[in-house]
């Protein structure tokens, strides 16, 4: 069975960073899409960004040119390293890998950015 086990949030100031980690285990099909979504209260979760096991990448557009999203294919494992940290960007972050139609999700991990 898949589990996926994020880290990596916490409260920072405007304008600096935090990198988050999501480590898949169990058997994963190699082609897939891991990505990552954030929820705030009382709104949609939204994609943030999403990228390939061939490396091709996508982002919201309200975090392009400050998040940048990686993998390592050997290790399962999805990164979200992102930059000048905006309030904006307060949510609960969460994981997700997809394989054809199945859909998998982590805990979730907050990310606070304030003053």
């Known amino acids: 069975q898949v589990q996926l086990v994020e880290s990596g949030g916490g409260l920072v100031q405007p304008g600096g960073s935090l990198r988050l980690s999501c480590a898949a285990s169990g058997s994963i099909f190699r082609l897939n899409v891991m990505g990552w979504y954030r929820q705030t209260p009382g709104k949609q979760r939204e994609l943030v960004a999403a990228?390939?096991?061939?490396?091709?990448?996508t982002y919201a557009d309200s975090v392009k040119g400050r998040f940048t999203i990686s993998r390592d294919n050997t290790k399962n494992t999805v990164y979200l390293q992102m930059n000048s940290l905006k309030p904006e960007d307060t949510a609960v972050y969460y994981c997700n890998v997809r394989v054809f139609s199945d859909n998998y999700w982590g805990q979730g991990t907050q990310v606070t950015v304030s003053s």
């Open positions: 990228i390939t096991s061939a490396g091709t990448t």
